[in-house]
Every structure is written in C-alpha cells, then in structure tokens.
C-alpha cells in the first residue's frame, strides 16, 4: 500500500460582497463573520477533502472529520496517510491523538 503526506490547511473567505463590507464595518467587534475553508491536501497541493464552517468554529474540532474523509478516500485507491503535517494552531495532546489514531505520523510544531 502507498504512503502519501497531508497538510492540514484552512483559508477565511467572504463570498458575497455585502458580506465584506458589514464585517468592515463591524471589525473593532469581538466577533468575526465570514467563513473558513478547512481542506486537507497532498503535498504536491491536490485537494483531498474540506469542510466549510463559520470563522467561529475552532480548527481542532475539525481534524477529526477530516481525517476520517481523507481516510476512506484513500483507501479506495491503495493509499494510506504516512504524516499529517500541519500549523501550530493544531497542537494539542487531542490533535496527535486523533491523527495518530488513523495511522499518520502528525508534525507540527509546537506554539
């Protein structure tokens, strides 16, 4: 079975121009509007999975799903995920954890 490397990746975007303009006018707030694209891609940046959520909605929750997804994505093709490389906003016990729980070797560095 084939090996293949994953970054764990997340980008913020406003889709509807109106959208923009209220979160500008809105930024001195303690709340953010907007969305967040959480994706898990190969190294060589193919997309594999992601999950769209509010900005308000913490990274970590969604290592799990995404690597479930990713997983049995994988799977169907003879491959299996050898290391999840991925920012320091994902470290924590539970993140190594849950990827070291399908397998993958997690590197990300500490905070």
Request: aromatic share 10%; glycine share 4%; proline share 5%.
């Amino acid at each position: 079975m084939c090996s293949i490397l994953l970054a764990l990746m997340f980008m913020r975007f406003e889709a509807i121009p109106s959208v923009r303009k209220l979160f500008r006018r809105l930024k001195g707030r303690t709340y953010k509007l907007g969305w967040r694209a959480h994706t898990l891609v190969s190294m060589k940046a193919l997309l594999i999975t992601y999950i769209v959520r509010a900005v308000n909605v913490n990274d970590k929750d969604l290592v799990n799903p995404l690597m479930g997804k990713a997983t049995c994505l994988l799977r169907l093709y003879g491959k299996r995920i050898s290391h999840a490389i991925a920012d320091s906003q994902y470290y924590s016990a539970e993140v190594f954890k849950t990827i070291r729980r399908y397998g993958a070797e997690p590197v990300i560095p500490p905070l």
